[in-house]
């Protein structure tokens, strides 16, 4: 059986969070205009939804999280997509069953599409620190 790709799921994910990011508003404010310019079927907007929520409950983590792997950067010096990136990808990492190995090439393929060039090696790397301390990769 195809395994279906959440792409989808996480570029929504990545849209709503940085409309919200933008606007300082509510997921429900951002959301009719994410969906308006990016509709996506229900299964992966309930997906990328969890990724939201997860997210918005580890914001503070995260930004530790930050701190401890990447010490030399400020959590404020990256950029918002990036940043937003990074948590798409640890918070898939600890919320469900998709492969480490997926997770990363997923988040690297999409910040090679929405951010700069320097970015898919950084998100690469700060990905495969936070794996490597949570034990998911040796």
Known sequence: MPTVSRRPARVFALQLLYAMEITSEAPGYCLPGVLEGNPVDDSMQKFGMKLVDGILERREEFRNIFLEIIPDWSPERLSTVDKIILQIAMTE???????????????????NKFSDED??????????NFAKLNGMLK
């Open 93 to 111: 990492m600890l919320i469900a069953d998709t492969p480490i190995k997926v997770i990363l090439s997923e988040a690297v393929q999409i910040a």
């Open 119 to 128: 970015s898919p090696p950084f998100v690469n790397g700060v990905l495969q």
